[in-house]
């Protein structure tokens, strides 16, 4: 079944900032992760990923720097201490936001699934 596109656009900045905890990546790179860890529910086009990493940049929670990669530069993206902070209230913010949702489907009850 194919998700809502406006479900994912708002945990977009989240899930990249997310990659990034784990190393510095390229664009293309994080496209492929994303997609590979979401067994291809997220699958960001890059006229969708390069503008959210630019403002992920204009705000100071990623840095950007070019390195010789494969036979030619490529511009790899760094979490700095400003985006993980930013993560850590995203996910707590989305850990809210599901687990409310979780209640409301569930007729009020937390489920406790495993």
């Known amino acids: 079944m194919a998700i809502d596109r ?3 656009s708002g945990s977009t900045a989240m899930l990249l900032l997310k990659l990034l905890e784990k190393r510095d990546m390229y664009g293309y790179e994080m496209i492929e992760e994303l997609a590979r860890l979401s067994d291809n529910t997220f699958a960001l086009k890059a006229g969708t990923l390069y503008p959210l990493l630019h403002t992920l940049e204009q705000k100071g929670h990623v840095s950007a720097y070019d390195k ?3 036979g030619r530069a490529r511009r790899f993206y760094h979490l700095t201490d400003s985006g993980q902070r930013e993560l ?3 996910q707590e913010e989305w850990s809210q936001f599901s687990g409310a ?4 489907l569930n007729g009020g009850e937390l489920c406790v699934c495993q």
Request: charge should be negative.
């Open 6 to 8: 406006s479900l994912i």
């Open 68 to 70: 010789p990669e494969g």
């Open 88 to 90: 850590a209230c995203r």
């Open 101 to 104: 949702v979780e209640m409301v």
